[in-house]
């Protein structure tokens, strides 16, 4: 078979600069190509706004999954009170946003962008029960082959990293081209590059990530990880010479586009570091710690952090898991993040100043009681005593009470470390077998400013003896 090559002339990286400003202030809009490392970038950006103003966790159609941007819409959802989105739905979702919205993508080898997709598709379709690609390969046929077959069956915009650009997943497709009769893909995917201020690689993801955090003052984590990693994929697939036509003929025009994006990106990157020369974050990026440290206590002004959290918000945290769960029963929302997979989770807080406070950490009843019990917590390096209080509907909260002395010694972003002594292994739990180590179930964390009477009632065990008190008015019928 004859490898065609990609029928548009691509243009040289050089015209995509100078590239669109950053506009701060504006909406900060992910256009989330799939398995790119999407998942960590779009829980970073989220974990820096409250959750009400966050797409799509507080979407009307929210339930832990993306929807149609068009479809939310329809129900109702205003997408200019969102400062933060993140969607599989292409750079056509900038028509829902005001025009200096700031949109970014990132991006990934096409081959092993689509080898990933492929057995990433294989684990979920497992789970469902429901495709011959699976039963094929439980019979022992050739990896390569039915992978061959997958790709083949998907067509060219199935996969392409210029088609999830241009309109998101797949079954947008049909939509796009209606809508743009005759328009050509590769130039389409073209502009949607030239409407980003920052293009990631997911072969550079630290400095990809310091550079848009830099860029945003968003907080990078402490380290990077592979949220989605672990589908059994082999280290190599040996195609016989008629499947690695078809394969070259498939890519073609994806490696082609991505070259110039590689090219737009090292040039996008010089920018930055000449940039630096007058901008201190821009001159740390590559420095992972030092630009922490900068954007903590040299621009925490700037830097977005929460006072009070939700667990259908994001939440700014190194650790905590990204599927949130989700449940109804008797009409009522049950959503919470377990901190996952390691036992040290560190939040970061704007929290109450020249006063006591109480900080209060909601648990779901998914939390097993002897993990609220083994919990510790660290403020800002001060350790601060943890009362686990069971309350209505099995429910536990983590109580601690802050001194005003304590809370005037904080800095302006207060670091919380939970550590959590016990972890579940998921992999035991049934129906569903996951990889992972949890520890808390989250629903909520907040601070509340409290009177010096109310924090010593609450050091001396005041809820607990209000609790006695509330048992015996119970047994004694008395009046409350």
Not at 79 to 99: K, M, N, P, W
Not at 143 to 159: C, K, N, P, T
Not at 166 to 178: F, I, K, L, S
Request: hydrophobic letters at 40%; proline letters at 7%.
């Amino acid at each position: 078979m004859t490898v065609e090559p990609s029928t548009t002339t691509l243009p040289p990286a050089a015209s995509f600069f100078p590239q669109r400003p950053y506009n701060p202030g504006a909406a900060l809009c992910f256009v989330h190509v799939a398995k790119a490392a999407g998942t960590s970038v779009r829980m970073m950006i989220e974990n820096a706004f409250p959750g009400d103003q966050t797409y799509p966790a507080a979407s009307r159609l929210a339930k832990g999954a993306y929807s149609k941007p068009q479809r939310a819409k329809e129900a109702g959802d205003n997408f200019r009170q969102f400062r933060v989105l993140s969607a599989h739905a292409g750079a056509g979702i900038g028509t829902l946003l005001d025009s200096d919205a700031n949109l970014f993508t990132w991006l990934r080898e096409p081959v092993d962008r689509v080898i990933s997709a492929f057995f990433f598709f294989v684990v979920q379709e497992r789970q469902s029960g429901n495709t011959p690609y699976v039963a094929r390969l439980d019979t022992g046929e050739r990896v390569e082959s039915v992978f061959i077959d997958w790709l083949m069956r998907l067509g060219a915009d199935g996969h392409s990293q210029m088609a999830q650009l241009v309109y998101g997943m797949p079954a947008n497709g049909a939509d796009w081209r209606e809508s743009n009769p005759g328009a050509d893909l590769t130039e389409a995917a073209l502009d949607a590059l030239r409407q980003c201020f920052f293009v990631g690689l997911m072969e550079d993801q630290n400095r990809s990530l310091d550079a848009l955090c830099a860029i945003t003052s968003i907080l990078p984590p402490l380290r990077s990880e592979r949220r989605n990693a672990g589908y059994n994929r082999p280290e190599r697939l040996q195609f016989t010479p008629e499947e690695q036509a078809k394969f070259d003929q498939i890519l073609a025009p994806d490696r082609a586009f991505y070259a110039l994006a590689r090219e737009i990106y090292d040039r996008q990157m010089a920018a930055l570091a000449e940039r630096g020369r007058t901008e201190p974050a821009l001159a740390l990026i590559g420095n992972r710690v030092a630009l922490r440290h900068h954007l903590l206590h040299e621009e925490a002004d700037r830097t977005l952090a929460l006072t009070t959290w939700k667990a259908w918000d994001p939440i700014l945290g190194e650790n905590l898991d990204s599927r949130e769960k989700f449940a109804t029963h008797g009409n009522i929302d049950r959503r919470w993040r377990w901190t996952a997979p390691k036992s040290d989770t560190y939040l970061y807080f704007r929290l109450p100043r020249q006063t006591a406070f109480k900080i209060c950490i909601r648990l779901d009843p998914a939390t097993p009681p002897d993990h609220a019990e083994h919990t510790t917590l660290k403020l800002s390096g001060e350790r601060i005593a943890l009362t686990p209080t069971p309350t209505a509907n099995a429910r536990i909260e983590l109580a601690a009470m802050v001194s005003k002395k304590i809370a005037n010694g904080l800095p302006q972003l207060a670091e919380f470390h939970l550590h959590t002594a016990k972890m579940l292994d998921e992999s035991k739990l049934v129906p569903y077998a996951g990889t992972r180590m949890l520890g808390l179930a989250i629903t909520e964390i907040c601070a509340v400013p409290i009177s010096p009477l109310a924090y010593f009632w609450g050091r001396l065990g005041g809820p607990r003896l209000a609790g006695l008190l509330r048992q015996v008015q119970r047994r004694l019928r008395l009046p409350p």
